[in-house]
């Protein structure tokens, strides 16, 4: 089973590291046109001469978004793709205990970005009656998620955009879905390790364990194995799939870490 990619032109938030970078270098192997915005000047440096096309921006800025995503989408003559990526782990703890400033920025770059990112994708995509959308959610998007309520908020809303979004824009021939991703090994994963052991009172060790528990497979999950359900998505082979929230989680029972 071949999954044609070549030829697409997508556009990845946050992709200079982690699951956005895995997704790009993939889409870039398979024949893709990609662009890539992030906040992370030095990550989008070591991209030069990958034949992934970088440039600065937070997706928390709206100038930012519309000047990154104007330029990408008329250097590529259109758009096929988008990952809407971005997005931060949001404060630790008892909601009680929480600053609601830290919950606005967590909604504002796990959520209102992706309605910043699409706004300009939408009339590029239903120009030529065809594209896949595709945004990151989380598994917290399907549980609770004691000691995390911003991100466990932000990432159902994702689910609820993602769905309301399919509905919009299905007679387009847009489709939109959701990735659920588990656990994923890497510097992000060791510092909501560390958040939830600042929390509770448990070691970073004792969090860990807790984590891979959490899924019947007891593992965690590597970002490219979430690059590779996106890529499918956006190949052929996704073209009906739509609406969806789509877990790669080794299943997961519960997110209360113990």
């Given at each position: 089973m071949h999954v044609d990619l070549n030829g697409l032109r997508v556009i990845v938030t946050a992709g200079a590291a982690g699951i956005g970078l895995a997704a790009a270098e993939i889409f870039v192997a398979g024949g893709a046109n990609v662009w890539v915005c992030d906040v992370d000047r030095q990550a989008l440096a070591?991209?030069?001469?990958?034949?992934?096309?970088?440039?600065?921006?937070n997706v928390g800025d709206t100038a930012e978004v519309d000047a990154f995503m104007t330029e990408a989408i008329e250097a590529m003559g259109g758009l096929d793709v988008l990952v809407n990526n971005a997005g931060v782990a949001g404060p630790g703890g008892p909601l009680e205990s929480?600053?609601?400033?830290d919950v606005t920025r967590t909604l504002d770059i796990d959520v209102t970005s992706m309605?910043?990112?699409?706004?300009?994708?939408?009339?590029?995509?239903?120009?030529?009656?065809?594209?896949?959308?595709v945004n990151i959610s989380s598994t917290a998007g399907q549980f609770g998620f004691p000691n995390r309520s911003a991100y466990a908020a932000a990432k159902w809303a994702v689910i609820g955009l993602t769905k309301t979004m399919a509905m919009e824009l299905g007679e387009f021939g847009i489709r939109c879905n959701a990735i659920c991703p588990g656990s994923i090994d890497g510097p992000r994963m060791e510092r909501v390790v560390e958040l939830e052991a600042t929390a509770t009172g448990r070691s970073p060790d004792q969090v860990r364990a807790g984590f891979e528990r959490q899924a019947s497979m007891r593992t965690f999950i590597d970002a490219n194995e979430i690059a590779q359900t996106i890529c499918f998505l956006a190949s052929p082979l996704g073209s009906k799939i739509s609406g969806q929230a789509i877990a790669v989680d080794g299943n997961t029972e519960t997110l209360?870490?113990?």
């Amino acid at each position: 089973m071949h999954v044609d990619l070549n030829g697409l032109r997508v556009i990845v938030t946050a992709g200079a590291a982690g699951i956005g970078l895995a997704a790009a270098e993939i889409f870039v192997a398979g024949g893709a046109n990609v662009w890539v915005c992030d906040v992370d000047r030095q990550a989008l440096a070591r991209l030069n001469g990958s034949g992934i096309r970088t440039a600065p921006a937070n997706v928390g800025d709206t100038a930012e978004v519309d000047a990154f995503m104007t330029e990408a989408i008329e250097a590529m003559g259109g758009l096929d793709v988008l990952v809407n990526n971005a997005g931060v782990a949001g404060p630790g703890g008892p909601l009680e205990s929480i600053d609601p400033t830290d919950v606005t920025r967590t909604l504002d770059i796990d959520v209102t970005s992706m309605f910043r990112t699409t706004r300009h994708a939408i009339p590029a995509m239903k120009a030529q009656s065809h594209g896949s959308i595709v945004n990151i959610s989380s598994t917290a998007g399907q549980f609770g998620f004691p000691n995390r309520s911003a991100y466990a908020a932000a990432k159902w809303a994702v689910i609820g955009l993602t769905k309301t979004m399919a509905m919009e824009l299905g007679e387009f021939g847009i489709r939109c879905n959701a990735i659920c991703p588990g656990s994923i090994d890497g510097p992000r994963m060791e510092r909501v390790v560390e958040l939830e052991a600042t929390a509770t009172g448990r070691s970073p060790d004792q969090v860990r364990a807790g984590f891979e528990r959490q899924a019947s497979m007891r593992t965690f999950i590597d970002a490219n194995e979430i690059a590779q359900t996106i890529c499918f998505l956006a190949s052929p082979l996704g073209s009906k799939i739509s609406g969806q929230a789509i877990a790669v989680d080794g299943n997961t029972e519960t997110l209360r870490n113990n």
